[in-house]
């Protein structure tokens, strides 16, 4: 495997589960973004790890929990989600944040909440 | 963050024609970028500029840096169906660790 990849690619979750989303950079990266891509709206940083440590948190509500347990992977967990969060969730890696316009994006999982 | 203006927001154009979008900003930005996404996959980098009034082509594709650092367009010359895609500018401030992105041009282009 090479570049970003994302697992699952799709995934449907009732109001009341709990689900994760798993991205996994193959670059050497050690900055990792999430972002949330909804349609007609600009892509919406979510959270940035550099390093493994959580350098930024864009506002984003405690039912979203982000987990970065090495600079190769991080993790995206779901609980009590609202219809509302339903979108295109982008994974993303640069060599660090400085780096953040060399950014490699990864396909994304589409997620809908019922 | 910085609001960026993209437009047009949807263009069908026929193959062989020339295309143009733009992107804008209230703000000043040190880096402009133009990403590709393909339907199902996540945004592929095209361009990355650096420096005011800079020119850079990539195959068919052209950008530039506006000159008042507020601005930016990307040309895509005769166009080809698999061009078909959504575009979107990014800028990134001088000491920011993030970017800014439009909302993005749909583009579809017939045969």
């Known amino acids: 495997e090479t570049g970003v990849t994302q697992t699952p690619r799709h995934l449907v979750m009732g109001m009341t589960n709990k689900k994760s989303l798993k991205c996994e950079q193959h670059l050497g990266h050690n900055a990792m973004y999430w972002y949330k891509q909804s349609a007609k709206k600009p892509l919406e940083l979510m959270f940035v790890y550099n390093f493994k440590e959580q350098t930024e948190n864009n506002s984003v509500p405690s039912r979203f929990s982000p987990e970065c347990p090495n600079s190769s992977h991080l993790f995206l967990h779901l609980h009590t989600l609202q219809p509302e969060d339903s979108a295109l969730y982008l994974c993303?890696?640069?060599?660090?944040?400085?780096?953040?316009?060399?950014?490699?994006f990864g396909p994304g999982t589409r997620l809908t909440v019922t | 963050g910085q609001q960026l203006n993209q437009s047009p927001q949807s263009m069908f154009i026929q193959e062989g024609e020339d295309v143009s979008m733009n992107c804008t900003s209230s703000s000043i930005f040190n880096t402009w970028l133009w990403y590709k996404q393909d339907p199902g996959e996540g945004p592929v980098l095209l361009i990355a500029?650096?420096?005011?009034?800079e020119l850079t082509s990539n195959g068919r594709l052209t950008a530039q840096f506006g000159i008042t650092r507020k601005d930016s367009f990307l040309n895509i010359s005769a166009s080809i169906p698999s061009d078909v895609g959504i575009y979107f500018c990014?800028?990134?401030?001088?000491?920011?660790?993030?970017?800014?992105f439009g909302k993005g041009t749909s583009l579809l282009v017939t045969p």
């Open positions: 993303a890696s640069s060599q660090d944040r400085g780096r953040v316009h060399e950014q490699y």
């Open positions: 990014a800028g990134r401030i001088l000491s920011g660790y993030a970017l800014n």
């Open positions: 500029l650096y420096k005011a009034g």
